[in-house]
Structures are given as C-alpha cells and as structure tokens.
C-alpha cells in the first residue's frame, strides 16, 4: 500500500534541560542542531515567530542536516496577532521573502499559529487564507493553520481550509479544541499533553496510538477516535507530520524517539 512520508520531531533543538539528557555530555552547543537531526526527521522552528532571520542562516541549517530532513517554520507573530487578519498581507510578504527558500528541499510546511483569544470570522480568516503565497522565489510552499479558540470548531472553517488547501492541525492538548478534520495534501500534528513522569513524555500505550494514528494519517485515512466536523476527506496518501512540543518539553526528545521507532520498527 502506497503511503505519505511519515516525518516525527520536536520544536528547537536549543535547550538547556536536554544537555547531558538528550544532548551527550559536553556536547558542542555548536553542534545541536547536527545531533538533532541525526536522531529525528524534522524539527519546528519556533525562532521565526519571534524574529526574522538572514538567509545565511536558512543556508546554514540546510547545509547542517541530512538529506531528507525537513523544517517546519513558524511563521511570524505579526501575520498571526492582528485584528484584522486580512491586513497581513505586508506582515506575510516580509516572512516568506526573508530568505526562507535558503532552506531548499529542507522546507517544509509554515505553521501559521493563532492566539487562543483570536475568533473564528469567516470572512476574514478566508481572506487570511488567500493571502498564503504558493511560491516564493520559485519554490512551492505548504500551509498549516493551528487555531485555539472553540468557535473554530465548525464546518465552515473545514470547508475554508480545505478550499485554501491549508492544512488544519491537530493538536493534542488539555488547553485547546482539537480538530482533526484532514484539509491540505498533508497532516500536521502537534502532540502538547506530555508528562514528565512519563520517560517517554507519553506512556507506551499512547505512543502506540499515536503510532496507528500516524500510519492512518500516511495512508489518507482520518482516524476514528480523533474528533472531526465535517466529512472525510478523500482517501489519498499524505505526508505526515508529528511533533512532540510543549508539555514537559525535556520529555519531548524521547517521545519523538520513541515514536519514530515503533514507525520504522
């Protein structure tokens, strides 16, 4: 059976509490990113949302990781932390022209993130949407939109989604509506409930599901158990993208470990 790549990772790879835990012992802070990458498949870079950055240093991460490794970027909060989401166009036009395309085939998806207080208005969320960019500089570009307020939880924000081919994520958390309604030609989800007293973030029987769920997600499938607002999307393979992030953070190396494991196991 024909499957989307499944890519598992976490946000960062700079953090003090993975030294000596995830990090060897005296391991070059230098060289993080390279351990990183040699361990996972992707990583979702959160500096972008707080900054932009130079070309050099998209150049410079691309140059640093494996072939077949892919960052995920997300974008910045002045696109996202707005009234009027349909004034962004500016705001979007200066994140994707940074120099994002330095990456090559090491871009992957623009997580575009939402406040928890932002409310759904269809009108102008759809007029956001449109001014997502499909190129940039030649280089084709991939959209995920992750919302967090509950009025979001309706049909029509699918059908706008799905409209735009933006990818809706998914988000495993205690704090923020889940969705798991599959919108764009890939899967994105955000895996923020870990504990840690868990080793592993989350207890071996729910890394299992997740597992399942990955696979499901890869083969086109929605999986029953996750919650969705509208119909199923066409059974199509996708790839997939699953990030252990938030939560007890200094978990989250081992989970993404673990669960890349049982995939390729």
């Known amino acids: 059976m024909t499957t989307g790549k499944i890519r598992i990772g976490i946000g960062g790879w700079t953090y003090e509490p993975w030294r000596g835990v995830f990090f060897p012992e005296k391991w070059p802070i230098k060289r993080e990113l390279e351990y990183a990458a040699a361990q996972l498949t992707a990583i979702e870079v959160n500096g972008t949302y707080y900054s932009s950055q130079k070309p050099a240093t998209f150049a410079s991460w691309a140059k640093t990781v494996p072939d077949g490794f892919v960052f995920a970027l997300k974008a910045s909060r002045y696109c996202t932390n707005r009234k009027v989401l349909a004034e962004a166009s500016e705001s979007i036009a200066r994140f994707t022209g940074q120099g994002i395309v330095e990456l090559g085939d090491r871009l992957g998806p623009i997580l575009w993130q939402f406040m928890a207080t932002k409310q759904f208005d269809p009108d102008d969320f759809g007029a956001f949407l449109k001014l997502l960019p499909t190129h940039q500089d030649g280089v084709a570009l991939r959209h995920a939109v992750q919302v967090r307020h509950a009025s979001f939880q309706v049909p ?22 889940a969705i798991a309604d599959v919108s764009g030609d890939f899967v994105y989800a955000r895996l923020e409930a870990a504990v840690e007293e868990e080793p592993t973030g989350y207890a071996p029987a729910v890394l299992d599901r997740w597992a399942e769920a990955a696979r499901g997600w890869a083969r086109g499938e929605a999986p029953d158990h996750l919650p969705r607002l509208a119909e199923p999307a066409p059974v199509v393979p996708r790839e997939t993208f699953v990030f252990f992030i938030n939560g007890a953070k200094v978990r989250a190396p081992a989970g993404a470990m673990a669960l890349i494991e049982r995939i390729d196991g």
């Not at 029509?156 to 509506?177: K, M, Q, T």
Request: hydrophobic fraction near 60%; proline fraction near 5%; avoid cysteine.
């Open 156 to 177: 029509e924000f699918v059908a706008l989604a799905r409209a735009a081919g933006v990818a809706i994520v998914y988000a495993d958390s205690a704090d923020y509506p």
